[in-house]
């Protein structure tokens, strides 16, 4: 049976292990007698308490002491004796300047080697010894002489199937990462190793290997979970098959000087603490290597089909190209008011009438809006912009991109739909197309008033929702209301990928008037999961028509909505220099993510999610508290 060492329990004394059921004493040296007795002392103290929830309690008690200011105190100055009593018995200098000579990363380590072992061997003839570094995940104590330490590295740009994400994903529902508390030989023979977004590789450090046997006794004393090292060994296999390297030396590059709790579930700790979060729970890691693929293969189609990258500004003194409440700041230099961008579109169509025919930009939007399970005030969307083209050429290109988007990041068409495991999507198309006036007639079993654009047809579609059960807020506008149709009559339907098209006048001041009818405009949305993922349309190039757009909008601001847009003059001059018939086209990156990568919330999805600090988030519950006393 293995001493399990639990790396962030420091006491007095410096030191305190967890172990599973039995007691095993330490003998590494007199030195480390008094230390081995307050291991004992706390695995006696374990081992009175009930077995089944002794771990369980050891495991929230970690968690609890991440915000515990004075056990992070005493935990730093613990480890700060124990790098002072490393650097005195070795002579041996951490956080060094100096480059590593490292000669193999854990991945290339396990790929080289896994082959030229049979079980139960070292490769002793090796003409220089392998040196790789890694992260400490556990330490396992199995006599004075071996221990086995897990270390852990990046996963970067390894292939990452689907099948392995879900079943990751569900494995960590159902353990909630508890502690592996295994013998190294029980592990599964799998020479990836892989958790998460990390390889990991099995450090079997075996005293009678090391270099010095003083500096071996150190080293195993002072290390703790979370330590960045450099291992200098050779490579080996267990009799079981797992690969690992016996070590010659270890080196402390980097100590880790904050508790690395083993279980890490509370959303609101996590999100507002990723490095833990993805320290403790390396499965969180997944959503951003497949968001790096998407955001790859997005680039290298549009790049491909002749398409010009390019940047335009976040902050400027107007903002347009969607209809959102943007976040305000001032420039001091200037003495200007300016405003974070709510969308690129006004800019990129500058530049198609400027001769860049085709361009594209993927980028940073800010709105100034609620959060939800979908929505954060820092996004990131891919708008494109083709000269010639109309909204069918925009359909046609959303279906070539996102199949092969699908099938090139994880292998396959189809992807499970988060919020119900039962229902697979299938992204390759042709995808099912919605009209969304003639929809909403059917459905309603009423007709639409002919001009949906003029305030005068306000009582007739409350009178319509009213009758179908939506419920709008004020203030009441054509676009307000015509929406909120929308989301509750045919975004329901749209659970396989879907093109809501041919939207009204009122909702879209940036796209051409339909070549069909005078109260409708050549847009489409593609809804997926019931979710907007693409906006796009033929764009509206006439310069008086914008302007009479730009105005209608203004009359919506006046009657109190902070959404709609702004009279940009400088865009309307743009226009009159000629802009070509264009289609135009935005996605959603962090929405079809989560797609992707099967999360339900986008928080998930985004590396530092926007989140109130904890400690006015306690003081937010409290006054809410205070007010609810009050009324009682």
């Not at 990363?105 to 010894?129: A, M, S, V, W, Y």
């Not at 489409?524 to 693409?534: I, N, Q, S």
Request: glycine share 4%; with cysteine; hydrophobic share 30%.
């Amino acid at each position: 049976m293995l001493l399990f060492r639990n790396l962030n329990k420091i006491n007095k004394n410096n030191l305190i292990l967890n172990i599973s059921k039995n007691n095993q004493k330490l003998s590494f040296s007199t030195t480390t007698t008094t230390k081995a007795t307050n291991v004992i002392n706390k695995i006696n103290q374990v081992n009175n308490n009930n077995n089944n929830n002794s771990n369980n309690n050891i495991e929230n008690e970690e968690s609890d002491d991440i915000n515990n200011e004075n056990y992070l105190k005493h935990y730093s100055q613990s480890r700060e004796q124990m790098m002072n009593d490393y650097k005195d018995k070795t002579g041996k200098d951490i956080y060094e300047s100096k480059a590593r000579p490292i000669t193999h990363t854990i991945k290339d380590f396990r790929k080289q080697f896994k082959d030229q072992l049979e079980n139960g061997t070292k490769l002793t003839e090796i003409e220089h010894p392998i040196t790789l570094a890694g992260r400490v995940k556990s330490i396992r104590i199995s006599s004075n002489k071996l221990v086995f330490i897990d270390i852990n590295s990046s996963l970067t740009n390894q292939e990452i199937s689907y099948n392995d994400i879900i079943q990751q994903q569900q494995q960590q529902q159902q353990q909630q990462q508890q502690q592996q508390q295994q013998n190294s030989d029980d592990n599964n023979n799998n020479n990836s190793r892989i958790n998460g977004g990390q390889y990991s590789l099995q450090v079997m450090a075996d005293k009678k290997f090391y270099k010095d046997s003083l500096e071996f006794e150190n080293i195993i004393l002072n290390l703790r979970r979370g330590d960045i090292i450099e291992v200098n060994g050779i490579p080996a296999k267990t009799k079981v098959g797992e690969i690992s390297i016996v070590p010659i030396e270890i080196n402390i590059l980097t100590p880790c000087i904050r508790p690395i709790p083993q279980k890490l579930i509370d959303k609101e700790i996590r999100y507002r603490n990723r490095p833990l979060d993805f320290l403790v729970n390396p499965t969180t890691q997944i959503p951003f290597y497949i968001r790096s693929k998407m955001i790859s293969y997005l680039r290298k189609f549009l790049v491909e089909k002749g398409y010009l990258e390019v940047d335009t500004p976040i902050l400027s003194t107007n903002v347009g190209g969607a209809n959102a409440k943007p976040f305000k700041t001032h420039s001091n230099s200037l003495n200007l008011d300016l405003f974070l961008r709510i969308s690129p579109e006004l800019f990129l169509k500058q530049l198609i009438i400027s001769g860049f025919d085709k361009v594209f930009e993927i980028g940073k939007q800010f709105r100034n809006e609620g959060i939800d399970l979908t929505h954060n005030p820092e996004f990131t969307t891919c708008e494109f912009y083709q000269a010639y083209a109309d909204y069918e050429t925009m359909m046609t290109m959303t279906e070539e991109l996102l199949s092969g988007m699908v099938y090139d990041t994880l292998g396959t068409y189809e992807v499970v739909l988060p919020s119900n495991p039962d229902i697979k999507i299938n992204f390759k198309g042709p995808y099912q197309r919605i009209n969304f006036i003639d929809k909403i007639q059917e459905l309603t079993g009423r007709q639409l008033p002919k001009d949906l654009v003029s305030y005068d047809c306000i009582e007739e579609l409350l009178d319509i929702c009213n009758e179908n059960n939506i419920r709008c807020k004020e203030p009441y506008t054509p676009t307000r209301i015509l929406d909120e149709m929308a989301s509750t009559l045919l975004e329901p339907l749209c659970i396989q990928p879907t093109f809501i098209q041919d939207h009204p006048l009122a909702m879209s001041p940036l796209a051409k008037i339909h070549r069909n009818s005078t109260q409708r405009t050549e847009r489409f949305e593609l809804f997926v999961g019931g979710k907007e993922l693409v906006n796009a349309y033929s764009e509206l190039n006439d310069p008086k028509e914008q302007r009479k757009r730009f105005l209608a909008q203004s009359m919506d601001r006046t009657s109190g909505d902070e959404e709609a847009q702004i009279l940009d003059e400088s865009f309307c001059n743009s226009l009159e220099l000629a802009l070509p018939p264009t289609g135009g086209w935005g996605l959603g990156i962090d929405r079809l993510c989560m797609l992707f990568s099967n999360t339900t919330t986008i928080k998930d999805v985004i590396l530092f999610p926007t989140m109130k600090p904890i400690n006015q988030l306690k003081q937010d519950n409290q006054q809410q508290e205070q007010q609810k006393d009050k009324k009682l």
